[in-house]
């Protein structure tokens, strides 16, 4: 069972940046790709991106590819979404996700395709 805690969101003005963190426990960590998604109100949850187990291999969302960049630091167990030029559309509960697939498939951008889930982490973005 894995448990994932994510972190780092809050209220940011446009133009500024956040870097949210999700903390993994339960598993051999190193083996799991890892997904960050997110779900506005009213609205489906949405891929934002995803990084293989390795970290060589990385996917975004076009709506944030060039602003937001995913990493991870598996001595530390952690994945950590940085996230820069905010705008108000990118306000949200954000999400990580646990795959037991270790490798980017076009797949990754489903949120079936992942097996554990965060609680989320609530990014507001004012104008």
């Known amino acids: 069972q894995v448990q994932l805690v994510e972190s780092g969101g809050g209220l940011v003005q446009a133009g500024g940046s956040l870097r949210l963190s999700c903390a993994a426990s339960g598993v051999t960590y190193g083996s799991y790709a890892m997904g960050w998604f997110r779900q506005a109100p009213g609205k489906e949850r949405q891929f934002v991106a995803a990084i293989s187990w390795s970290g060589s291999s990385t996917k975004y969302a076009d709506s944030v590819k060039g602003r937001f960049t995913i990493s991870r630091d598996n001595a530390k167990n952690t994945v950590y979404l940085q996230m820069l030029t905010l705008k108000p559309e990118d306000t949200a509960v954000y999400y990580c996700?646990?795959?037991?697939?270790?490798?980017?498939?076009?797949?990754?951008?489903?949120?079936?395709?992942?097996?554990?889930w965060g609680q989320g982490t609530q990014v507001t973005v004012s104008s």
């Open positions: 996700a646990a795959s037991r697939n270790p490798m980017i498939l076009p797949s990754v951008v489903l949120t079936t395709s992942y097996d554990y």
